[in-house]
């Protein structure tokens, strides 16, 4: 009986608006680092095209080292670099799909 007392007293803690709001912003990793790529070869042109995917993957973990900093989150450069790829991955696509449309 005590034991699901606790729970219950567990499931109704608030969530800390912090951390969700860190949460949120990590999940936005995607659509946050192809701007970040787009800025940067704004800002240098002369980056060369086969360095931007390492740039975007270095983009996500920057954004992911931030996040975890703002919040006092747990860093987690792994999952920033995943996150920077899908990005690009997202970005590739789109692009894909705008130039070729869906069919094979």
């Known amino acids: 009986m005590l034991s699901l007392m606790l729970f219950a007293q567990e499931a109704i803690t608030m969530p800390d608006p912090q951390a969700s709001a860190a949460q949120a912003i990590t999940v936005l990793i995607p659509i946050i680092v192809p701007f970040v ?14 360095v931007l995917p390492a740039l975007a993957v270095g983009a996500g973990v920057g954004v992911e080292a931030l996040v975890s900093w703002i919040s006092g989150g747990q ?23 705008q130039q070729h449309g869906m069919s094979a």
């Open 37 to 50: 790529v787009w800025g940067a070869r704004l800002a240098i042109p002369k980056i060369p095209r086969a």
């Open 75 to 97: 860093w987690s450069p792994m999952t920033g670099a995943i996150l920077g790829a899908l990005g690009v991955f997202a970005r590739e696509f789109a692009t894909t799909i």
